[in-house]
């Protein structure tokens, strides 16, 4: 069984605060890694995804792989209340192209 | 951005009813389709694999028979909830997938369609 795990929350970060979300995976041949925000009723949306080792920046995140310790990681610089949202990672399977999603992590950004 | 659309957004039914979604990608050709569920404060779930032109591939626990994908084209796959019961009350999300600006694992999801069994 594939799995995706992710601390469940909340988050709480102050406004203009870095936000540090983390996410580990238990297979080993992973190769592509996806964060996903989430607002509450609303589907999944798109932040970023990262294939190698290292940082990957966008903007305000950034996402970290270490795939050594099968760990990825998403900082959100200067997080903003609009930021409050459910963070999911999602694993690849390459061979069939699934996604496997972690539970989320719930943010909450405070004014 | 790839932009994926989900209709209807909200519907209600009777119970014993049948429920079609459709799912269309509106600015790119999507070679697979996906199939997600979610209950209240719970993650994704995926249900099938929808392949144009070719049988879906259901997830271990999903039945086949009560959740009919049909993907009869590269931009349209449709989902049809039978006999709906109550505890099939919950959130569908497709996902599209597709060469687009050559990232080929991408994922879009639609907005979802939010069903309530009555």
């Known amino acids: 069984q594939k799995e995706v795990e992710q601390n469940s929350g909340p988050l709480s970060v102050p406004e203009g605060a870095i936000a540090s979300l983390n996410c580990t995976y238990s297979?080993?041949?992973?190769?592509?890694f996806f964060w996903y925000r989430q607002y509450s009723g609303k589907s999944p949306e798109l932040i970023m995804f990262i294939y190698s080792n290292g940082d990957k920046e966008d903007g305000r995140f950034t996402a970290q792989l270490n795939k050594a310790s099968q760990y990825v990681s998403l900082l959100i610089r200067d997080s903003q209340p609009s930021d409050s949202a459910t963070y999911l990672c999602?694993?690849?399977?390459?061979?069939?192209?699934?996604?496997?999603f972690g539970s989320g992590t719930r943010l909450l950004v405070r004014p | 951005g790839a932009v994926v659309s989900q209709h209807p957004s909200r519907v209600i039914c009777k119970s014993g009813t049948s429920v079609k979604i459709e799912c269309r990608s509106l600015d790119f050709q999507a070679t697979t389709m996906f199939w997600y569920r979610q209950f209240p404060k719970q993650s994704l779930m995926l249900m099938a694999t929808s392949n144009e032109g070719s049988k879906a591939t259901y997830e271990q626990g999903v039945e086949k028979d009560k959740f009919l994908i049909n993907h009869a084209s590269l931009t349209l796959s449709t989902l049809t909830v039978t006999s709906a019961h109550p505890e099939d009350s919950s959130f569908y999300i497709c996902?599209?997938?597709?060469?687009?600006?050559?990232?080929?694992?991408?994922?879009?999801f639609g907005p979802g369609t939010r069903l309530t069994v009555t």
């Open positions: 999602a694993v690849l399977m390459d061979s069939s192209y699934k996604l496997i």
């Open positions: 297979d080993r041949g992973s190769q592509s």
């Open positions: 996902s599209a997938r597709g060469p687009r600006s050559g990232s080929v694992n991408e994922q879009y």
